[in-house]
C-alpha cells in the first residue's frame, strides 16, 4: 500500500468528523455562520448560542453598523469611484469586460470576476466609523488567551 498507515487510519475519520459537520451545518436555519446586529454589542446582549457560533466559525456577520442612509450614501460613492477611477459602469456589466478583463494593461486586480478595489474614500470612512471602532474592539474582547506557564 503506498499511503502511510497513519495517513489511512485518519481519513476515514476525518471524513466522519466532515460529515457530521455538514449534517450540523444543514440541520441549523439560521446557518453556520452567526448573524448579530450593532445594537446587539451595544446593548450587551449577544445571545450566548451566537457566541458560540462565532467560536466554532470563527466569522460572524454584523448588520446594521453603520446606518443605512451613511452606508447607502458610502455605496454611491463607491460605483462613482468604478466609473472614474476604472472607467466602469456598474449598471453596465459588459464595461467590465471591456474595460478590466479585455486591457492588456489592467486597471485593477480582478478575481473570479470580483473587482477588487481597497482604498477608496468611502471605504476608509467606513473603516473609521466610530461603530466600526465599538466593533472591532468588541471582537478583540472576544478572543482571548491563556499562557499557560505563567497562570
Known amino acids: 500500500e503506498l499511503r502511510p498507515a497513519k495517513f489511512s487510519t485518519a481519513w476515514p475519520k476525518l471524513i466522519e468528523r ?3 459537520a455538514v449534517d450540523e451545518i444543514a440541520a441549523d436555519p439560521e446557518g453556520s455562520i452567526p ?3 450593532y445594537d446587539d454589542i451595544v446593548q450587551g446582549r449577544v445571545s450566548k448560542a451566537a457566541m458560540a457560533k462565532l467560536k466554532r466559525a470563527g466569522v460572524l456577520r454584523i448588520r446594521k453598523v453603520i446606518p443605512r442612509e451613511k ?3 458610502m455605496n454611491e460613492q ?3 469611484d468604478f466609473k ?3 472607467g466602469v459602469d456598474p449598471d453596465e456589466p459588459q464595461t467590465y469586460q471591456q474595460k478590466i478583463y479585455a486591457d492588456q494593461n489592467p486597471k485593477a486586480f480582478t ?3 470580483v473587482q477588487e478595489m481597497y482604498y477608496s474614500k468611502a471605504q476608509f470612512e467606513a473603516r473609521q466609523h466610530p461603530n466600526m471602532h465599538t466593533v472591532k474592539k468588541w471582537l478583540n474582547d472576544v478572543w482571548t488567551s491563556v499562557d499557560h506557564e505563567t497562570d
Open 111 to 113: 478575481l473570479g470576476g
Open 84 to 86: 472614474t477611477l476604472l
Open 78 to 80: 463607491i460605483m462613482d
Open 18 to 20: 466532515l460529515e457530521a
Open 71 to 73: 452606508a447607502e450614501d
Open 35 to 37: 448573524s448579530i446586529e
